[in-house]
């Protein structure tokens, strides 16, 4: 972890944390490097929580994010890979129907992100580190955008992406990809460029589990039928047209 974040303050994120989040919150900055540093990160799932009870989705204050790498390679998904886009998700009617591009009929971020609009939650495609910070790090800590959520992303990243978490008071359960994900700075490094020539894969236990705990937060009736995109982020529209 502290190689990660040595060599990032040379990059664009490194600077954008230390300025937005790291220097107006210098205690809970240097106390969220150390917590990250002690997180077991072995298992399956990993669980941050910078204060209160264990990570749990809370509707419309929880997100759930996953790196654009699981999107699929063949064929290949129609909204392109390294972005934050997804024609599937931001398509769904409001009846319900909807014809699946054969790209989409077996890809996790289309199945995830329609699960987790049943729990009422944000959906986020993550891409650069950069944007993380914009989109989901400074807008929970100078806000409250989000107080907690579930994440997938490369396990080289678990504990740079819990200061995150930590330093913005997320409570968050990291997944970790199980074959295809980043396994040091470099590959990181193109990847967060959006250079990643391999489709990653979550693995049945975890996928498993991540189903387990969307199922588990789902509400009846659903709140909402679709999503609504504002900046990256994909919002359910609730039933009276607020999100």
């Not at 205690?27 to 990160?41: I, M, Q």
């Not at 009617?93 to 992100?113: D, K, M, Q």
């Not at 679709?226 to 990256?232: A, D, L, M, S």
Request: overall charge positive; proline content about 8%.
């Amino acid at each position: 972890m502290w190689g990660f974040c040595l060599r990032s303050l040379l990059r664009e994120y490194g600077w954008q944390f230390v300025r937005r989040v790291a220097v107006p919150h210098p205690l809970r900055t240097a106390r969220a490097v150390l917590a990250a540093g002690a997180l077991d990160v072995s298992g399956h799932v990993t669980d941050v929580s910078p204060r209160g009870p264990g990570p749990r989705l809370e509707g419309a204050r929880s997100i759930v994010g996953l790196g654009f790498c699981l999107k699929p390679m063949d064929p290949p998904c129609p909204s392109g890979r390294p972005n934050h886009d997804c024609l599937y998700l931001e398509n769904l009617p409001e009846s319900g129907g909807v014809t699946v591009p054969p790209a989409c009929r077996r890809c996790a971020i289309g199945e995830i992100g329609t699960m987790t609009l049943r729990t009422g939650a944000a959906f986020y495609i993550m891409t650069s580190a950069r944007d993380i910070l914009s989109d989901v790090f400074v807008p929970s800590l100078d806000r409250g955008s989000f107080s907690s959520g579930l994440f997938v992303l490369c396990r080289y990243s678990l504990r740079p992406f819990a200061v995150g978490l930590l330093a913005s008071g997320i409570r968050g359960r990291l997944f970790s990809f199980e074959k295809g994900d980043c396994q040091d700075y470099r590959t990181w490094l193109l990847a967060d460029r959006g250079l990643k020539d391999e489709q990653t894969a979550l693995g049945e236990r975890r996928y498993r589990t991540v189903r387990g705990l969307l199922d588990a937060a789902r509400k009846e009736p659903p709140p909402a039928s679709r999503f609504e995109k504002r900046g990256h982020v994909l919002h359910p529209r609730m039933a009276d047209g607020t999100t």
